[in-house]
């Protein structure tokens, strides 16, 4: 059975999206560190990018997948 995955199974995706430019105006308002910005903004892309192509990846998956063994035998009858 397919179903159409709604924006709820991408919010993580959009909550880590929308903290980079957050960290952006921050830093600038807070007048932080530099070297603070800058790493957290690349442990953020990083973060994204990995969400971000799971996500894409996992795209089109109904959870009826054949590696999906329930009962973890290794037999899948067939």
Same mark, same amino acid.
């Given at each position: 059975?397919? =179903?159409?995955?709604? %924006?709820?199974?991408?919010?993580?995706?959009? !909550?880590?999206?929308?903290?980079?430019? =957050?960290? #952006?105006?921050?830093? #600038?308002?807070? &007048? !932080?560190?530099?070297?603070?910005?800058?790493?957290?903004? #690349?442990?953020?892309?990083? #973060?994204?990018?990995?969400?971000?192509?799971?996500?894409?990846?996992?795209?089109?998956? &109904?959870?009826?997948? %054949?590696?999906? &063994? &329930?009962?973890?035998?290794?037999?899948?009858?067939?």
């Amino acid at each position: 059975m397919k =179903t159409k995955t709604g %924006w709820k199974k991408h919010l993580p995706l959009i !909550f880590v999206g929308g903290m980079l430019p =957050t960290i #952006i105006v921050l830093s #600038i308002y807070f &007048d !932080f560190p530099q070297t603070v910005t800058i790493l957290l903004l #690349i442990v953020l892309g990083l #973060i994204f990018g990995s969400m971000a192509l799971w996500s894409y990846a996992n795209r089109k998956a &109904d959870g009826s997948e %054949w590696w999906q &063994d &329930d009962n973890a035998s290794g037999w899948r009858g067939y």
